[in-house]
């Protein structure tokens, strides 16, 4: 049973920065994607962040330029470095990965619990 677990969110002030940090309880040797995705207070989710499992990223246009997806094979990590955040990017964000964990296993997509990001003015 593969578990995210996710890490560093918190409370800052615009202008400032955070690292979210997920992460894989056992190895996915076959990746296809890893998502960042967050939720407002009535507002739907939507996706941050993507990076594929060739290394192509995409990023909301919300979040370009200030949002930087990157992953750590290695350690099965996911991170997402967010800078010169607003109070509009306030919201629960969590994790996704869709991935096997094995070579020729099924592809099957893995939740974190989310992680509170709370930007103040």
């Known amino acids: 049973q593969v578990q995210l677990v996710e890490s560093g969110g918190g409370l800052v002030q615009a202008g400032g920065s955070l690292r979210l940090s997920c992460a894989a309880s056992v190895r996915i040797e076959r990746i296809s994607s890893m998502v960042w995705y967050r939720q407002a207070p009535g507002k739907q989710r939507e996706s941050v962040a993507a990076i594929t499992g060739g290394g192509n990223t995409n990023y909301a246009d919300s979040v370009k330029g200030r949002f930087t997806i990157s992953r750590d094979n290695a350690k099965n990590t996911v991170y997402l470095q967010m800078n010169s955040l607003k109070p509009e990017d306030t919201a629960v964000y969590l994790c996704?990965?869709?991935?096997?964990?094995?070579?020729?296993?099924?592809?099957?997509?893995?939740w974190g619990q989310g992680t509170q990001v709370t930007v103040s003015s």
């Open positions: 996704n990965i869709v991935g096997a964990t094995s070579t020729w296993g099924n592809l099957v997509a893995y």
